[in-house]
T-cell receptor
Framework: GQQVMQIPQYQHVQEGEDFTTYCNSS?????IQWYKQRPGGHPVFLIQ?????EVKKQKRLTFQFGEAKKNSSLHITATQTTDVGTYFC???????????FGQGTTLQVKP | DGGITQSPKYLFRKEGQNVTLSCEQN?????MYWYRQDPGQGLRLIYY???????QKGDIAEGYSVSREKKESFPLTVTSAQKNPTAFYLC????????????FGPGTRLTVL
């Protein structure tokens, strides 16, 4: 079945360092969504990418959708302690129309 | 104040008992979902419903049941047949289907004693 793999599973950074999480799908996606879950909280929608090669920015966060629409990345520039949490990608399969979540990347930021 | 609510926040049950988790939304969304979250495994889909009186099994439906009698409500029953029910359960809704943004409730943490 369709799989969405996300790496790394955990990342510890010093405040001010950059952070990147990668998402890879076994099949072509119609879109990809990114969510953030703070410790003890629930996932909150960040952004959706639809077009091949699309790049979107939200302040220090940069989201990319690959040319083949099978992979995506989230890059955070100059991390802050407020960035702590687990970041999930979720890919919508072009074939099945189902949304599949990656395992998430948990980010810890040392002040 | 629109949103999606789940109750209770924490739930304890004895082994062998069925328990029902509540999920209500006033966003007028057609689609609703139940996920299970375990450490290091992300979100796994239990059941989903695209419209009232219709629902489909997700990837891990065994030991669970749902109903969708009203648009606003999608309760999940964890039955005694579920072998490892202790987990964090998240309900979500979206306007229409899986391509739309999903809005999550605060979750229910179920512990089986």
């Amino acid at each position: 079945g369709q799989q969405v793999m996300q790496i790394p599973q955990y990342q510890h950074v010093q405040e001010g360092e950059d952070f990147t999480t990668y998402c890879n799908s076994s099949t072509t996606l119609s879109n990809i969504q990114w969510y953030k879950q703070r410790p003890g909280g629930h996932p909150v929608f960040l952004i959706q990418l639809v077009k091949s090669g699309e790049v979107k920015k939200q302040k220090r966060l940069t989201f990319q959708f690959g040319e083949a629409k099978k992979n995506s990345s989230l890059h955070i520039t100059a991390t802050q302690t407020t960035d702590v949490g687990t970041y999930f990608c979720a890919g919508c399969s072009s074939n099945t129309g189902k949304l599949i979540f990656g395992q998430g990347t948990t980010l810890q930021v040392k002040p | 104040d629109g949103g999606i609510t789940q109750s209770p926040k924490y739930l304890f049950r004895k082994e062998g008992q069925n328990v029902t988790l509540s999920c209500e939304q006033n966003l007028n969304h057609d689609a609703m979902y139940w996920y299970r979250q375990d450490p290091g495994q992300g979100l796994r889909l239990i059941y989903y419903s695209q419209i009232v009186n219709d629902f489909q099994k997700g990837d891990i439906a065994e030991g669970y049941s749902v109903s969708r009698e009203k648009k606003e409500s999608f309760p999940l029953t964890v039955t005694s047949a579920q072998k490892n029910p202790t987990a964090f359960y998240l309900c979500a809704s979206s306007l229409e289907g899986a391509t739309d943004t999903q809005y999550f409730g605060p979750g229910t943490r179920l512990t089986v004693l």
